[in-house]
C-alpha cells in the first residue's frame, strides 16, 4: 500500500533530523506525488537531512550550480540534443503543452553535465533519464542535482551506454530494429543452439570477466565557495559521497583499472555496459528460454532493444506513474538501480502468454512502449527471479 502524504509530510517534518530510513520505508511502498520530489532529494543525498543544516545546504547548491559553464558549444552534440529532446517532449507531453521552456531547461540542465563530466558521451539516453526529474523537480538546480546524483552512481553508470569506451555497435539506444550487432552465442551455420547448462556456465564465466575494480564515479566538479571552511555538506550541491573525485582522476582511474590491477597485470577490458547488456541476454534466455527463442524467430535482435531498457532504466518506455513509482524502490531499496535487469525480466514474464500471440511489428511496438503497469507485482516478480537465480548460483 502506497505511503499517504499526511505521513510523508510528518516524516518530512521533524524538527532535528530527516530519518532517511523512514524516507526509504515510505518510498519502496510508493510516495505521493507532491511529496515525491522532496522526498528523492533526501534519498539522492542532494539535501542534508540534518535540519540545522538544511537552508546552508540549499544556499550553497544554488550558489555551486550558478558557477557552472552551461554553454555547451559543441556544433555535432548541440543539434541531436536539441532534436531529441524536442522529439521526447512532444511524445511525452500533452497535444497543448507549450514545450519551448521546458525544452530550455531540459538543455541547460544536460549541457551543464556534459561540460562537466566530459568522459561521458552524448545521447539521448540522457534526455530520457533527466526527464523524470522535469516532473518532480521544482527548481532547476534540484533538476541538475537530482540527475548528477542517480549517474554518479557505479551500478548506473555500470548499465550506460554512452560511457566512453563502449563499442560504437551498442552505443546505439532504443534500437528496435534490426541491427548490426551479432546475436550472443552466434555461431557459423549449422551451431547447435546452446543448451541451460551451457547458457548458466556462460553467465558463471562472464562474472568472472572484468577483473579490475568497479570504475569509480564520475566527478561533480564542482567549485567551492571563496568562504569554504572544508565542509561539503553544506557546500556541495551533492551531498552524496559519489561526486567527490575530480573528472582527470576518474578518467585516469577508469583507464587504468581497464588494464592494470595492482600487480601490473593486464586485465579485462571489457567495458561494464558490455558485459551487463551479455548478462542480462543470458538471464533472459535462462529464466524466459521460449520467449527469447521467439524474438529470435521473429528476427528481433534482443540486444537492440535490451540496450535501451538497461541504459536508461526504462524511461523512455514505462508510462510516467509506473516509472516514477519503479524510481521510488530504486531509490530507497538496498539493491538499488542493480534490481533493474530483473524487473525487465519480470515484465517480460508477466506478458509473456500475450507476446506469445503477437506478430514482429506488434512485439517491438510492445517494446518500444509498455502499458501501465502494477509494479508492486513487478517489484515483487524481480525479487522472486533475482532470488532463483541466486539459487542456481549464476549471478
Known amino acids: 500500500m502506497a505511503s499517504t502524504l499526511e505521513d510523508v509530510r510528518d516524516a518530512l517534518s521533524h524538527e532535528v533530523a530527516v530519518s532517511l530510513e523512514l524516507l526509504s520505508d515510505m ?55 536539441r532534436r531529441d529532446i524536442r522529439t521526447h517532449l512532444q511524445s511525452c507531453l500533452p497535444l497543448q503543452t507549450v514545450i519551448e521552456p521546458v525544452a530550455f531547461l531540459l538543455e541547460r540542465v544536460l549541457s551543464t553535465y556534459l561540460l562537466n563530466n566530459p568522459d561521458i558521451v552524448y545521447s539521448a539516453s540522457l534526455v530520457l533519464i533527466c526527464t523524470p526529474f522535469l516532473a518532480t523537480q521544482e527548481a532547476e538546480v534540484d533538476v541538475y542535482c537530482c540527475f548528477e546524483q542517480l549517474m554518479c552512481r557505479p551500478e548506473v553508470r555500470d548499465l550506460h551506454v554512452f560511457s566512453r569506451g563502449m563499442p560504437a555497435a551498442l552505443a546505439i539506444p532504443g534500437g528496435y530494429s534490426d541491427s548490426s550487432v551479432a546475436p ?27 577483473a579490475g575494480p568497479p570504475s ?36 585516469a582511474s577508469s583507464s587504468s583499472s581497464n588494464t592494470n590491477n595492482s600487480n601490473g597485470a593486464r586485465t579485462s577490458s571489457i567495458h561494464p555496459a558490455q558485459a551487463n547488456l551479455s548478462r542480462f541476454i543470458l538471464l533472459l534466455r ?18 537492440a532493444w535490451a540496450a535501451g531498457w538497461l541504459s536508461h532504466l526504462l524511461a523512455g518506455e514505462l508510462p510516467l506513474a509506473s516509472l516514477l513509482r519503479l524510481w521510488d524502490s530504486y531509490f530507497a531499496s538496498p539493491e538499488g538501480v542493480s534490481l533493474h535487469p530483473y524487473v525487465c525480466v519480470a515484465i517480460l514474464r508477466q506478458f509473456q502468454d500475450e507476446l506469445d500471440e503477437l506478430d514482429r511489428h506488434e512485439l517491438l511496438s510492445f517494446l518500444r512502449c509498455l502499458p501501465h503497469l502494477d509494479m508492486e507485482q513487478i517489484l515483487a516478480d524481480a525479487h522472486s527471479i533475482r532470488l532463483e537465480v541466486s539459487e542456481m548460483n549464476i549471478m
Open 184 to 210: 550472443l552465442a552466434a555461431g557459423p551455420p549449422g551451431t547447435p543452439t546452446p543448451s541451460i547448462s551451457d547458457l548458466v556456465l556462460s553467465l558463471k564465466r562472464l562474472n568472472t570477466t572484468h
Open 27 to 81: 518510498a519502496l511502498h510508493g510516495l505521493p506525488s507532491d511529496a515525491r520530489g522532496e522526498v528523492w532529494r533526501y534519498l539522492l543525498h542532494v539535501q542534508n537531512p540534518d535540519k540545522s543544516r538544511e537552508l546552508a545546504s540549499a544556499v550553497g547548491r544554488q550558489y555551486l550550480y550558478q558557477l557552472l559553464p552551461k554553454q555547451l558549444a559543441d556544433p555535432l552534440v548541440v543539434p541531436r540534443m
Open 286 to 303: 535462462v529464466v524466459l528460454p521460449d520467449l527469447y527463442a521467439l524474438f529470435d524467430e521473429v528476427e528481433i535482435d534482443s540486444r
Open 216 to 251: 569509480p564515479p564520475p566527478s561533480s566538479l564542482l567549485p567551492l565557495p571563496p568562504d569554504d571552511t572544508g565542509d561539503a555538506g553544506d557546500v556541495s550541491p551533492c551531498q552524496g559521497d559519489g561526486c567527490t573525485a575530480s573528472s582527470g582522476e576518474h578518467s
